[in-house]
C-alpha cells in the first residue's frame, strides 16, 4: 500500500521540474493529483507523463481568478484536498540592487509570496482538518545570493509565512512545511553554461546538482504521516549548501 493512498493532492506548478517529480511519486504513492502550469501544451505532456490519477488545470498561480477555477475544478471532481504544494516560482537571477525594476519586483513577489499566500487561503475550504500543506522555499532565503535580493526576499516570506499559518491553523490540525531546495537539475538550467554550473557545484558540500526525485522523496515525506509530528519547519533539500 502507497503512503498516499486515497489521497488527494493539489501541486502548483507541476508541469517539469521538481513538482513534476513530486506530481509522479503522489500518484505512485496512491494518490489522485490536480497539477497546474500556465502553458497547456506543457500541461498536456506533463499529464500524459504522469499518465493516470490526475487532472491538469491551466493557470497562474499569480493569478486570483485562476486559482479559483483550479479549486472549483478540486471541488467538483473530488470535493476536497489532503495535501496543497504549493510550488510554483519565479526569479530574476541578475539584477543587482541598482538595476532592480518595478516590473521585475512585482512579477517575483506576485508569484512567490502573493501567489503562494492566495493559493493557501483560497484551499482552505476544500483542505481536509490534520491535512499537510508544503511550500516552495529556497536557500535563497537564507542566503545573501548577489544580484538576487528580490528572489531571496520572496522566498524568506515563504519561510515566514509558515511559522504564522502553523498557528493560524494550528486548532484544524493542518501541518504548514516548507521545503527549501538548494541547486536541482530543472527547467531552470537549460541552456546555463558549463563554467556556471560548476560555480554552483563549487557551493555545494556534496559536489553535485540534486536531482528532482530528490525533492520528490522529501515532498513526500512532508505529505504523508511520515512527517506526523512535523511542522512550522523549513527543511532544506540542498547537498548541505546553506548548512555549513
Ligand atoms: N531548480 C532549483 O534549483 C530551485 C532551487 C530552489 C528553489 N526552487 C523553487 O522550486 C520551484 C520549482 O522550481 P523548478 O526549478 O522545478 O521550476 P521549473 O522547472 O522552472 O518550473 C516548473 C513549472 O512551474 C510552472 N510555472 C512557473 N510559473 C508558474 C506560475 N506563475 N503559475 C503556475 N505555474 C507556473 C512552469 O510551467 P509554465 O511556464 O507553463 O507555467 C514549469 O513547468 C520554484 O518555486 C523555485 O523557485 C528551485
Known amino acids: 500500500m502507497g503512503k498516499l493512498e486515497g489521497k488527494i493532492a ?27 502550469g500556465r502553458r497547456q501544451k506543457e500541461l498536456d505532456a506533463a499529464v500524459k507523463a504522469i499518465g493516470g490519477n490526475v487532472t491538469g488545470v491551466q493557470g497562474d498561480a499569480g493569478n486570483l481568478a485562476d486559482l479559483d477555477r483550479l479549486y472549483d475544478t478540486v471541488k467538483a471532481e473530488k ?31 506576485n508569484v512567490n509570496v502573493r501567489g503562494t499566500l492566495f493559493t493557501v487561503q483560497k484551499a ?15 536557500i535563497a532565503g537564507v542566503k545573501g545570493f548577489p544580484g538576487m535580493s528580490v528572489y531571496n526576499a520572496s522566498k524568506a516570506a ?3 509565512f509558515a511559522r504564522t499559518w502553523t498557528m493560524d491553523l494550528k486548532t484544524r490540525k493542518i501541518r504548514v512545511n516548507v521545503l527549501s531546495p538548494g541547486t536541482i537539475d530543472t527547467g531552470a538550467f537549460v541552456g ?22 530528490e525533492i520528490a522523496t522529501v515532498a513526500l515525506f512532508l505529505a504523508s504521516d511520515d512527517s506526523s509530528f512535523v511542522t512550522g519547519i523549513e527543511l532544506f533539500v540542498d547537498g548541505g549548501t546553506a548548512q555549513i
Open 79 to 109: 470535493g476536497h484536498i489532503d495535501i496543497l504544494y504549493a510550488s510554483a516560482g519565479v526569479g530574476e537571477f541578475d539584477a543587482p540592487l541598482g538595476s532592480i525594476t518595478e516590473a521585475g519586483f512585482d512579477k517575483t513577489f
Open 158 to 160: 515563504v519561510r515566514s
Open 124 to 138: 482552505l475550504p476544500l483542505l481536509r482538518d490534520g491535512g499537510s500543506i508544503i511550500m516552495t522555499g529556497s
Open 192 to 213: 546555463v553554461a558549463e563554467e556556471v554550473k560548476d560555480q554552483f557545484v563549487s557551493l555545494i558540500p556534496m559536489g553535485r546538482i540534486g536531482q528532482p526525485r
Open 10 to 36: 493539489v501541486i502548483t506548478g507541476a508541469t517539469s521540474g521538481l513538482a513534476l517529480a513530486t506530481a509522479q511519486l503522489f500518484v505512485a504513492e496512491g494518490a489522485y493529483v490536480f497539477i497546474t
